[in-house]
């Protein structure tokens, strides 16, 4: 099956700074890459996705970029604020069966 | 539609005694997943349900676990007998099955095994 990585397990910035989480997977026939983003003791939420026919995509501080060749993908925020303090999982789906990394806990400090 | 539903919100229980969580999909979607959260392993897929028909369960721990989805609107997971081990939040998920559609999470159950 498919096997996905996420790095790193936690991450700590500076208010305004930006904050960039990497996932890679192994299989080379997933084509669908969410994001989601779960608040501390509520559900995993989607904030962005990609497929892979794009390589990037923004959705104002959110970008994701996606190279299927290397096989990685990452999530970028820029000028980070407090409530942007959650866990990020990424996933790889193939087929509709959804793959999560292990989660980043990201930390804005004020 | 309210989303994906899962009850109980909450379960406290005694380590040998059965535990059943139920999930209620969105309408119209046919794709369930189960899935369990601890701060040790993360989100681990359990089983996948697509049109009420197991098609990967190869994540269910051990034979002390089934799940089951008689409709398209229904699905429960079974524990028994529980074991503390077992604590855990578990989440329910739905989506439809074009390969290229969120998940939708619902709000999750806190199960705690004594």
């Known amino acids: 099956g498919e096997n996905v990585e996420q790095h790193p397990s936690t991450l700590s910035v500076q208010e305004g700074d930006s904050a960039v989480i990497k996932c890679t997977y192994s299989?080379?026939?997933?084509?669908?890459f969410p994001w989601y983003k779960q608040e501390l003791g509520k559900r995993p939420q989607l904030i962005i996705d990609?497929?892979?026919?794009?390589g990037e995509k923004k959705d104002q501080r959110i970008a994701v970029t996606l190279n299927k060749t290397a096989k990685h993908f990452s999530l970028h925020i820029t000028e980070t604020q407090p409530e942007d303090s959650a866990v990020y999982f990424c996933a790889a789906s193939r087929g509709n069966q959804f793959y999560f990394g292990t989660g980043t806990s990201l930390t804005v400090i004020p | 539609d309210a989303g994906v539903i899962q009850s109980p919100r909450h379960e406290v229980t005694e380590m040998g005694q059965e535990v059943t969580l139920r999930c209620k999909p969105i309408s119209g979607h046919n794709s369930l997943f189960w899935y369990r959260q601890t701060m040790m392993r993360g989100l681990e897929l359990l089983i996948y349900f697509n049109n009420n028909v197991p098609i990967d369960d190869s994540g269910m721990p051990e034979d002390r676990f089934s799940a089951k989805m008689p409709n398209a609107s229904f699905s429960t997971l079974k524990i028994q007998p529980s074991e503390p081990r077992d604590s855990a939040v578990y989440f329910c998920?739905?989506?439809?099955?074009?390969?290229?559609?969120?998940?939708?999470f619902g709000q999750g159950t806190r199960l705690t095994v004594v």
């Open positions: 990609i497929r892979s026919n794009v």
């Open positions: 998920a739905s989506s439809f099955s074009d390969g290229a559609t969120e998940a939708f």
């Open positions: 299989d080379s026939a997933s084509n669908y």
